[in-house]
């Protein structure tokens, strides 16, 4: 079984699991966190499988660029461009889901 049969958020892009969907394009797609930590938490993640940030970074940094560009438009909508964004990485670092992600909290002001 490859990686991206068993990934939770690559079910997600495949509309396997239902979620609530943010924006979509070619290569990204983002969704509410069932979680939310923050007025507005939204997951960012490129389509194609990758275990997390560096993996990204190092395969093609245009997509986490892209990323960035995705964030900071949600942002722009929701709370004048202001925003978090978060990328766990390791186990020991809170990483769950092992397809990188951008947590992008926005929607009012948050704590320090
Ligand atoms: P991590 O802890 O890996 O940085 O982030 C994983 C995030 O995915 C968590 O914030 C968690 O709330 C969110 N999450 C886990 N399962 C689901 C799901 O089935 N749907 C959505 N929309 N978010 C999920
Ligand atoms: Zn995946």
């Given at each position: 079984?490859?990686?991206?049969?068993d990934?939770?958020?690559?079910?997600?892009?495949?509309?396997e699991?239902?979620?609530?969907?943010?924006?979509?394009?070619?290569t990204?797609?983002?969704?509410?966190?069932?979680?939310?930590?923050?007025?507005?938490?939204?997951?960012i993640?490129?389509?194609?499988?990758?275990?997390?940030?560096?993996?990204?970074?190092?395969?093609?940094?245009?997509?986490?660029?892209?990323?960035?560009?995705?964030?900071?438009?949600i942002?722009?909508?929701?709370?004048?461009?202001?925003?978090?964004?978060?990328?766990?990485t390791?186990?020991?670092?809170?990483?769950?889901?092992?397809?990188?992600?951008?947590?992008?909290?926005?929607?009012?002001?948050?704590?320090?």
């Amino acid at each position: 079984m490859s990686e991206s049969q068993d990934c939770l958020f690559c079910k997600i892009i495949a509309g396997e699991i239902p979620s609530t969907k943010v924006y979509e394009d070619e290569t990204a797609y983002a969704f509410k966190d069932i979680n939310p930590k923050a007025k507005v938490h939204v997951l960012i993640v490129p389509r194609r499988h990758y275990a997390n940030v560096a993996e990204l970074a190092k395969a093609d940094p245009a997509e986490l660029a892209h990323i960035a560009e995705v964030a900071q438009s949600i942002a722009d909508k929701e709370f004048h461009g202001a925003y978090r964004l978060v990328f766990n990485t390791g186990l020991d670092a809170g990483q769950t889901v092992f397809h990188v992600h951008a947590h992008v909290l926005t929607g009012e002001k948050l704590d320090e």
